[in-house]
């Protein structure tokens, strides 16, 4: 029997604030488990963002999605980003399976984030390199580790725009 809109798996639900996100972390370490946190835009959900968040859910009991917020993705990728607005984008992501909760953030850096979850893995695709990860000291100071998970080649939110926009017309 399908489940009733309004439970845990409801994607409305799983949308918390930062307040919220910490307090499931908490929740789940006393509880033994193992607390993920993966973050980035998300705009466009395509194949490889399902990967990494597929591969990000194996490696905790626990997987926390952050997503910047409009105004942030604005700032770093310029007037034309996002495609999705953020509240869109994170019930996308909350609608996953692999997903536990999602938490928007408007800084420029997950570190608020990171720093209030305290995770026990850090994931980010590969293309970021070792070193670079905002947050890596603060995961590994306390023992955490920090994932790279190899990018799905080819599968770009840039390259989907850039299909669209060059795609001939009929």
Do not use: Y
């Amino acid at each position: 029997m399908p489940e009733r809109l309004g439970g845990p798996r409801d994607p409305d639900r799983k949308v918390v604030s930062l307040s919220g996100a910490a307090a499931a972390a908490r929740a789940a370490r006393r509880a033994g488990r193992k607390v993920v946190l993966a973050n980035g835009v998300f705009d466009l959900l395509h194949a490889g963002h399902a990967r990494l968040l597929a591969a990000a859910r194996r490696l905790g009991d626990l997987l926390i999605v952050a997503v910047n917020t409009d105004a942030s993705v604005r700032r770093l990728k310029g007037p034309g980003r996002p495609v999705v607005g953020h509240r869109d984008r994170a019930l996308l992501l909350a609608s996953l399976e692999a997903v536990d909760r999602v938490v928007l953030f408007g800084e420029d850096t997950p570190i608020r984030v990171i720093r209030a979850v305290l995770p026990d893995v850090l994931v980010k695709g590969a293309d970021w390199k070792s070193g670079a990860i905002v947050g890596q000291d603060v995961v590994e100071s306390r023992g955490g580790r920090v994932v790279r998970v190899p990018i799905v080649k080819g599968k770009s939110t840039t390259s989907i725009v850039r299909g669209i926009l060059h795609r001939p017309r009929r």
